[in-house]
């Protein structure tokens, strides 16, 4: 298909079609962090219930969001993308409904499905269409929007949750679908590749989809029943079993949703490493941050969310000069400092202790998120285009698919893996706390059992009213304990990151995978 200017009037309802629904998609998940709180009190969620709404919808992204590329290219961009955007606002609409935790979760999956097809249409359209000596551009600037609306997610959702309101971050996605889905319809024409075949990997969406449920399950259960449950043995083991089937069914496969063969540029390969180990860390950091902030440091919602505000402040200002910066000299130089740099600002977020609230957070956690944001400002543009650019135009949505598909594995297994962390980090040095305290063994349980709830846990009614003040310190104290041992692994991975770019990714474009 003929590709236009970015700045034709083409250009431009794409990108406005693109950026609106990715950043319904986007804040949704970021919203949702800092309203937590006031939904596990509003709907009694447990800990562990908390990331199984967060897993639901990822779960449905990751297993199917590779297929969601792949109808794209064969029956065409902007249908699949708009099918998408329809079902992702009749799943929020159904969650903003939702009665009970249960029902929520099962409407978050709905989300999922919708978003596997919405979401890698946004950037293969824009890859598809917007002329090649421009797309590095059209991508730094839907980076920087959707990256900026993103994070004002948090803002919004700490003033609805404040007011009571939690129930309207899912409402909001309604209207700003219903605009995207009238852009597309009148204003944005058709794309798609036309060599593509029609065939679809369902046996791989189904292995991935079971592996992914399966892995998750056994980690959000570790906690509860420990290492040595059957509930463990049975789920963790056939988890990475029917992931090596998946890669294999991939490699087998006439027509994989993931062709591994792409993975032999090293480019691609790398800039995929990269966006596994630096997206878990971003999604684990944040969603403890947000956490720590509320539970254990005092803030209200919205303070917490206003917290972000220097990240969004960088986003808007650099992000879309790093992806002109990355057209000019290549991207590898910022995906090596970016990541380095993001993972330098967790490092010293998770140094932070208990403070005395909001009236501290100058000089308490505003050098972190400096640090983290100006990171993740050099590397989200040169990323994105890194990966769009390291393939032919007609594999864009099948490598926007896999990029995006990775970003959420990378969260399911973070939120499984780093959820089950805290609670057993949570759980030692809560045993430390108490260890000395002249309570029987069956006051004791009942604290430890409230681990589980991390820094929602609450003193039970059996001890003693002079004691009750304690157990509370004791709570925060480990609960701070926990947020600085996963701000520190999600560090680790930051700068992993990094080493992944040193080592794979390459200026130049020539090796591109046909």
């Not at 986003?315 to 590898?332: C, E, L, N, V």
Request: net charge positive.
């Amino acid at each position: 298909m003929a590709t236009v200017a970015l700045k034709s009037a083409g250009g431009k309802w794409i990108m406005v079609s693109a950026i609106l629904a990715s950043a319904m998609a986007f804040i949704d998940a970021t919203a949702l962090n800092v309203v937590l709180p006031s939904l596990q009190k509003s709907i009694d969620a447990t800990g562990t219930d908390l990331f199984w709404l967060l897993n639901a919808y990822l779960l449905m992204l990751a297993s199917l969001i590779l297929i969601g590329g792949s109808l794209g290219d064969k029956l065409g961009r902007k249908k699949i993308f708009m099918v998408g955007i329809f079902i992702f606002i009749a799943g929020s609409a159904a969650c903003g409904f939702a009665p009970n935790v249960f029902l929520l979760i099962i409407f978050r999956i709905l989300q999922g499905i919708g978003g596997a097809l919405m979401i890698p249409g946004s950037l293969s359209l824009i890859s598809s269409s917007i002329n090649e000596n421009e797309r590095g551009k059209a991508i730094g600037t839907w980076s920087a929007v959707t990256t900026v609306v993103t994070m004002g997610g948090p803002i919004l959702g700490g003033a609805l949750a404040d007011a009571g309101l939690w129930r309207y971050i899912f409402f909001i996605n309604v209207p700003i679908g219903l605009v995207a889905l009238l852009i597309l319809f009148l204003k944005v024409k058709e794309s798609r590749d036309e060599n593509a075949g029609k065939a679809i990997d369902i046996s791989g969406a189904i292995a991935i989809a079971l592996s992914l449920a399966l892995i998750t399950f056994g980690f959000l259960r570790i906690p509860a029943v420990g290492f040595h449950s059957w509930q463990v043995y049975i789920t963790l083991p056939p988890g990475l079993v029917l992931l090596i089937v998946f890669l294999y069914i991939e490699k087998k496969s006439k027509h994989p949703m993931m062709p591994l063969h792409l993975f032999t540029n090293a480019t691609f390969g790398g800039v995929n490493l990269l966006t596994f180990f630096l997206y878990a860390g971003l999604g684990a950091g944040m969603l403890f941050l947000s956490l720590n902030l509320v539970q254990a440091q005092g803030y209200s919602q919205l303070q917490s969310g206003l917290t972000f505000l220097p990240f969004t402040i960088l986003m808007i200002t650099i992000a879309r000069y790093a992806g002109s910066f990355a057209d000019k000299h290549g991207p590898r130089l910022l995906l090596i400092v970016g990541p380095a740099t993001a993972g330098a600002g967790l490092l010293v977020l998770s140094f932070v202790k208990q403070t005395n609230g909001p009236a501290d957070y100058w000089t308490t956690f505003f050098p972190g998120i400096l640090v983290f944001g100006l990171g993740m400002s050099f590397t989200v543009a040169p990323l994105t285009a890194a990966v769009m650019g390291s393939v032919s135009d007609h594999l864009s949505g099948t490598a926007s698919g896999v990029n995006n598909a990775l970003t959420r594995i990378s969260n399911v297994f973070a939120n499984a893996i780093f959820g089950a962390m805290a609670v057993l980090f949570f759980t030692g040095a809560l045993q430390e706390h108490i260890k000395n305290i002249p309570f029987n063994a069956k006051e004791k349980q009942t604290v430890m059992a409230q681990a589980v709830n991390l820094g929602n846990a609450k003193v039970p009614d059996n001890i003693p009213a002079a004691d009750k003040a304690i157990i509370v310190r004791f709570y925060r104290k480990s609960f701070i304990l926990a947020y600085a041992n996963i701000m520190r692994i999600c560090a680790g991975l930051g700068f992993l990151g990094a080493l992944m770019s040193f080592v794979f990714v390459k200026n130049s474009a020539v090796n591109k995978e046909r």
